[in-house]
């Protein structure tokens, strides 16, 4: 009888055991796919792909009436059109995704906004768009450090260059002893903006080269460009002409090869002055 038990119980574990787990429906499988190989692409700066993956989990996660996934991936997709360039196509997005938004993303969706805000010379509206986020985050939020940086981006926008040399350092100082490397190189590139702007360039080539430094250890071919762009122009107001030409052909070798437009026409505008 007590082998028998046991037996039985042998079997039930059996069975137990060999249940398949429960697996996700196809679709939603396919927009979580999506959704990772599109942060994937992201990471390694081939933008392009990722906006294309992200805006095609959203619309998965809109046909399955999940409205949080779409929302979220409507951001991502905001993210990869920003660096990119598209403003406009960044803004549009996060207006998709603004009406669907999930619990608690409204200050990531205003921090994109205003972004996209500034990048448009729409420096109004992204004032009042840091005003709204700094509402909701009050308390030191996670992001606090991004909207220090936006506000620094705000403030060299309307020529209060002190404004901006606050906020940069504030945010430097919240981003120490954090693996935040890329927003690090935006808090240097902002202070050397911000003091070039204050008429201080000497002290405004060191941050410029920290950031330039980041910059290649992490291998961003945009904000390289632009980190040669600038201490291109902060050379210029120390007077050393040679060395600022040499810094605005650095810049255009970088957008060249990475097919950079903006950053190459900026470089030969400065070339030709």
Known sequence: MRAKTLLLALLILAGCASTPKPVDPPRLKAALEAESDGAKRHGRGDHAAAARRFDEAA?????????PGAARNRRHLARAELAQGRAEAALLALELAERGG??????DTLLLKAQAQLALGRNDAAQQSLATAGGLCANACPQAASLHLLRAHAALAGKRAPEALTHAEAALKLLQDQDEA???GNAWRLIAAARLASGDATTALPA??????IDRRLALPEKIGRDW??????QKKVGAGETAANAYRR??????????ADIARLATQALSK
């Open 182 to 184: 890329v927003e690090t």
């Open 229 to 234: 762009l600038l201490i291109g122009d902060i």
């Open 102 to 107: 999930e619990s608690g993303a409204a200050l």
């Open 251 to 260: 810049a255009l070798d970088v957008a060249k090869a990475a097919g950079l």
């Open 59 to 67: 619309r998965i996660f809109a046909s399955i009436d999940d409205t």
């Open 208 to 213: 410029a080269h920290a950031a330039l430094n």
